[in-house]
């Protein structure tokens, strides 16, 4: 019998990819305007139709690409961000893995329009499936325009399992804000079926947060600022007389990074103590900075968990951070910061 292996073409590789990286509209929303993010863009600027279903739009004015790199960029592990093995212990990027676009093209018809600030003519790209359908030099603003059409438009079984257009827009608005979250000096916004859901002026910390989540939140936050030699906290958490009875507005972010991490979220909950009504959560959006070489975030493809090599040390530091907190701002009578 002859052999039977066989390498499978890229655009299989990349759909089978895809179906990690891409689960819904919202993933390649993340994807997008993170990409924005690194890219260096002052303004981002999203556009869905029909809760990302029909269309997902990004538009931002950061650095662009060549007309080479316009084509790299849809090849997968193809990325700018990191060269050797040695650079996965430093990444300051929100992208390192050089998958998303390869992913997203493989599984949408994908129209790219980008053009360097240096450059006079821009690129545009045509690619539906991982096939490219044209390539052609076009006139574009500086920056990068990519839109993404009939997600999954090649894979009836996942489009089918798409949810109703409010639980996929629920997801989408959640990445949304994820990343505005973390960049309050950049320009955001965000347009659904011609309406404007989202306009995020540049501003603090304190100013996007009000913004996203309204003129209550002025009376509601405490700050919070830590500095040790592992890591330093910084951010705000919500009085514990506004906590709610739903888990959901609790933001940790990690080098800019938004993650889900029970046991830091454990950390900052009990913190409050008796301060807390009972089965109720704090508000919070905490930013904790530490050296790339004491974290691994290649986990998982969506990059939404971490892992810590001093993962205790770190628990207490928040705790008493939030403790310490809690205490200025005269709300607990009695803190305990040896705990
Ligand atoms: P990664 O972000 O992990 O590098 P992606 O597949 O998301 O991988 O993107 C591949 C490459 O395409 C990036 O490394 C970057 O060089 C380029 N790129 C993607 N989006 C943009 C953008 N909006 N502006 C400029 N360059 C971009
Ligand atoms: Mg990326």
Redesign the pocket.
Known sequence: MSDIIKLLPDSVANQIAAGEVVQRPASAVK??I???V??G?SSIKLIVKDAGKALIQ?I?D????SVT?SR??FERH????IRKAEDLFAIR??????????SIAAVAQVELK?RRHEDEVGTQIIIEGSEIKSQEACSSSA??S?SAKNLFFNIPARRNFLKSNPVEMRHIIDEFQRVALANPSLFFSLHHDGQEVFHLPKGTLKQRIIHIFGNSYNERLVPIEEHTDIISIKGFIGKPEYSKKTRGDQFFFVNNRFIKDAYLNHAVTTAYDELLPADSFPFYVLFINIDPVHIDINVHPTKTEIKFDNEKVIYAIIRSAVKRSLGQYNISPAIDFDA
């Open positions: 994807e997008l993170e990409n924005a690194d890219a863009a990004v931002d950061g650095c662009g690409m790199d790299m960029s193809a990325t700018s961000k990027t929100m992208g390192f893995r050089g998958e998303a676009l390869a980008t920056g990068t990519f």
